[in-house]
């Protein structure tokens, strides 16, 4: 069993950049493929993107392609996700979630809201 906990979230203008920060405590954290996902008001939950055990494979929603990146450092239990030109379509509580196996996304984090002016 592992525990992730979202950091790092916050309040930047239309256009700036955001690093998310999910630390990972319990298990051996290298079993686990990572992911991130997001919800707005409202609306339902959304994938963002996931990263395999490794850090090797990664693919992401349609919708951030080209301006969000997921990585991770096994030795330091922390998965990132780097946001650049964040828009006002972007806010939300965004979540970390941990899978021993791929796709069943079994552990969450508590999120981390982000929230962007135009």
């Known amino acids: 069993q592992v525990q992730p906990v979202e950091s790092g979230g916050g309040l930047v203008q239309a256009g700036d950049s955001l690093r998310l920060s999910c630390a990972v405590a319990g298990g051996t954290f290298s079993n686990y493929a990572m992911g991130w996902f997001r919800q707005a008001p409202g609306k339902e939950r959304e994938f963002v993107g996931r990263i395999s055990r490794s850090g090797n494979y990664t693919n992401y929603g349609d919708s951030v392609k080209g301006r969000f990146t997921i990585s991770r450092d096994n030795a330091k239990n922390t998965v990132w996700l780097q946001m650049s030109s964040l828009e006002p379509e972007d806010i939300a509580v965004y979540y970390c979630?941990?899978?021993?196996?791929?796709?069943?996304?079994?552990?969450w984090g508590q999120g981390t809201q982000v929230t962007v002016s135009s």
């Open positions: 979630g941990a899978a021993r196996y791929w796709g069943n996304f079994e552990y």
